[in-house]
């Protein structure tokens, strides 16, 4: 581990960063440019003693995946800049062709931004990556899930409970449109996770076996979805995606229909999701 090199670069990335960069309130004058330590090791979920130590050389120990993987985000590290991190540290980078769940900087900085409307960094075959705290309180946190169960695809036509949030008259057209997205993103891909996860969905549901020999193929750019939530009641929300340049992630932005109550509602779900979680 070549801790002078970690620590420069870490100081240089934080540095080039400000907080509307990350989504943050500048909070008053700066002495220093870019963002602060406590910043970023709030943002990668670590304490700022340790974030502290990378920087000033004092680590001893080679940090975690799941800790390069944080600092990833919080920097904002293109593909080649959270390679590069792996290697200072001595660690294999992700192979990019294999389950990499990089967030694409241009994508999360977008994210950042959004405070009013649920939104959701997803990839193509239905993996959510990260989300806002309007996306959590109205989905609950699908991130960090592992294996199969990490897609809402594969979620939706094996757990019962990934329809609840769904009006029963919707289902039919939300299984057929799951479907025919997923149908386009595996030729798109052709790679190895989505031909598994296809193989896994025709072994646990006949519904999608069934779906998947009508051949539909299309695209989700633009849908009205409607949300059961348990305390607000139905949210009717215009979904708008807006896609990376290898088309492989997704932001999904959820914005209240115009004429019905769900603004109002979001606003409620929000302030009620920041009182518990501050």
């Not at 050389?57 to 975690?64: E, I, K």
């Not at 094996?158 to 009006?167: C, I, K, L, N, V």
């Not at 891909?189 to 031909?195: G, L, P, S, V």
């Not at 299309?218 to 059961?228: D, E, G």
């Amino acid at each position: 581990m070549d801790t002078q090199q970690i620590a420069q670069f870490l100081r240089v990335r934080r540095e080039a960063l400000s907080p509307a960069d990350v989504g943050l309130a500048a909070g008053g004058r700066r002495r220093t440019p870019g963002l602060r330590r406590e910043e970023v090791a709030a943002l990668a979920g670590i304490s700022t003693d340790y974030y502290s130590r990378l920087e000033q050389q004092r680590a001893t120990a080679t940090p975690s995946e799941s800790v390069l993987r944080a600092l990833t985000r919080a920097l904002r590290l293109s593909l080649d800049e959270r390679d590069h991190l792996y290697r200072l540290t001595g660690l294999t980078a992700p192979d990019r062709r294999r389950g990499d769940r990089h967030v694409a900087p241009t994508l999360l900085t977008v994210l950042d931004r959004l405070h009013d409307v649920p939104a959701q960094v997803m990839t193509d075959l239905g993996d959510t990556l990260a989300q806002n705290h309007l996306a959590r309180a109205v989905f609950g946190d699908l991130t960090g899930r592992s294996g199969p169960e990490a897609s809402v695809i594969y979620r939706w036509f094996t757990d019962p409970e990934a329809r609840r949030g769904t009006p029963a008259e919707d289902r039919a057209g939300e299984s057929r449109a799951l479907v025919a997205d997923l149908r386009a993103a595996m030729v798109r891909r052709a790679d190895e996770a989505a031909r598994v996860l296809v193989e896994q969905l025709h072994l646990a549901s006949t519904e999608f076996s069934a779906l998947w020999e009508l051949h539909d193929v299309a695209v989700m750019r633009y849908r009205r979805k409607r949300i059961l939530h348990p305390e607000v009641g139905l949210l009717e929300l215009d979904c708008q995606s807006m896609i990376d340049e290898d088309r492989t992630q997704i932001l999904a932005l959820f914005s209240p229909v115009v004429g019905t109550p769900a603004a109002e509602r979001l606003t409620l779900l929000g302030l009620a999701n920041r009182s518990h979680h501050p």
